[in-house]
C-alpha cells in the first residue's frame, strides 16, 4: 500500500523560511510523481508544485514561483519542498500526493494523483 508523511510544518514570521518532507512508500512502480497541495479555510485546494523520479520535470504554482524550490531524495524516496520569502497568504494545510507509472509518459506532472497522506500546517503571521 501506499503511504505518504508530510511532516515540517509550522509557525512562521512573514519573511522566514520553512522545509517540508513527504516520505513515500509501498511504491509498486519505479516512476513517480509527486505533488504538494495546499488548502485554507474557505478556499478551494491548490496545486503547489510537483517534481517526478524520472523525466526531470518540475511545476510550480505562479504564486509559488521564485519562492519554493522543490527536490527529491531518490534513494529514500522523500520529496522537499523549501518555502523561503512566506507571506500570509501562504497559510494553509499542507498535502502530498502521488501517482505512479508503469511506464515512462509525457509530462506526469499532468497526470491525477492518486495516493494522498495527511496534511501539515504551515502558519505564516504578519
Known amino acids: 500500500e501506499v503511504q505518504l508523511q508530510a511532516s515540517g510544518g509550522g509557525l512562521v514570521q512573514a519573511g522566514g523560511s520553512l522545509r517540508l518532507s513527504c516520505a513515500a512508500s509501498?511504491?509498486?512502480?519505479?516512476?513517480?510523481?509527486i505533488t504538494w497541495f495546499r488548502q485554507a479555510p474557505g478556499k478551494e485546494r491548490e496545486g503547489v508544485s510537483c517534481?517526478?523520479?524520472?523525466?526531470?520535470?518540475?511545476y510550480y504554482a505562479d504564486s509559488v514561483k521564485d519562492r519554493f524550490t522543490i527536490s527529491n531524495d531518490n534513494g529514500k524516496n522523500t520529496v522537499y519542498l523549501q518555502m523561503n520569502s512566506l507571506k500570509p497568504e501562504d497559510t494553509a494545510v499542507y498535502f502530498c500526493?502521488?501517482?505512479?507509472?508503469?511506464?515512462?509518459?509525457?509530462?506526469?506532472?499532468?497526470?491525477?494523483?492518486?495516493?494522498w497522506g495527511k496534511g501539515t500546517q504551515v502558519t505564516v503571521s504578519s
Open positions: 509501498g511504491f509498486t512502480f519505479d516512476r513517480w510523481a
Open positions: 517534481i517526478s523520479n524520472f523525466d526531470g520535470s518540475t
Open positions: 500526493a502521488a501517482a505512479v507509472f508503469l511506464g515512462a509518459v509525457v509530462d506526469p506532472c499532468s497526470y491525477g494523483m492518486d495516493h
